[in-house]
């Protein structure tokens, strides 16, 4: 049972390239959700889904997106990456109960230089 | 602006110390968790309050949730250096958001 699993763990990209961080959870969970952390803060929220084919934005949605095609899988889109990117990115999948937890993956080190 | 005020922002103290760090908002939850998060890690859970009022322990760490459920307390007792992390608040939602995290050293 791996949980929550994001790929890839690090990644340098040059400004104004793509790249999809992928997301993929084994628990059945329906609630999916994009954070980013930049140094020394608390977690951001991107964007979230409350199940297959349903997203919505977070508090800092801005030059990313989503799809939500399957329960397992919530990739994240970066379309021209900017230097204020820069940051770990953590995707995470609950049931959205009241006492449920958030099971967070180990991160995705995104550097754009 | 955060929805979520955590303080202190950092925080270093001596093995054997005790300590409380706060978790603040102007906004009613219908419950809200702990997470501690060590570097190179995903935050994990260590409790959830629902009730206002409610007061729950984990080993030697103590949680409060506030009255009004607008805010909750998290007291540790003799602090270890395992203890060592950032202790993150979210409030609990479809849309979950954090506080932006006490980071917490204990030095042997």
């Known amino acids: 049972n791996a949980g929550v699993t994001q790929t890839p763990k690090f990644r340098i990209l040059k400004i ?15 609630y999916m959700y994009w954070y980013r952390q930049d140094p020394g803060m608390g977690l951001k929220l991107i964007y979230y889904s409350v199940g297959a084919g349903i997203t919505d934005k977070g508090e800092v949605p801005n030059g990313y997106n989503v799809s939500r095609s399957t329960t397992e899988d ?3 889109r970066l379309e021209l990456a900017a230097p204020s990117q820069t940051s770990v990115y953590f995707c995470a999948a609950g049931r959205q109960g009241a006492r449920d937890a958030l099971h967070f993956g180990n991160g995705t080190r995104l550097t754009v230089t | 602006t ?6 202190p922002q950092f925080l270093s103290i001596q093995e054997g110390e005790n ?3 706060y978790c603040n ?5 219908s419950s809200l968790q702990w997470y ?4 190179g890690e995903g935050p994990v859970l260590l409790v959830t309050v629902v009730t206002g009022g409610e007061v729950k322990k984990l080993k030697r760490l103590t949680f409060q949730f506030g009255d009004a459920r607008k805010d909750s307390s ?15 608040c979210a409030g ?6 954090f506080g932006a995290g006490t980071r917490l050293t204990v030095k042997p």
Do not use: K
Request: glycine share 8%; net charge negative; charged share 10%.
């Open chain 1, 16 to 30: 104004g390239q793509s790249m999809t961080l992928q997301c993929t959870q084994d628990m059945n969970h329906n």
């Open chain 1, 74 to 76: 919530f990739p994240l």
């Open chain 2, 2 to 7: 955060q929805l979520l005020e955590q303080s």
């Open chain 2, 19 to 21: 300590l409380t760090v």
């Open chain 2, 25 to 29: 908002s102007s906004s009613v939850f």
């Open chain 2, 36 to 39: 501690r998060q060590e570097p």
């Open chain 2, 74 to 88: 998290l007291h540790i007792t003799a602090a270890q250096p395992g203890d060592t992390g950032l202790y993150l």
């Open chain 2, 92 to 97: 609990v939602g479809a849309n979950m958001r």
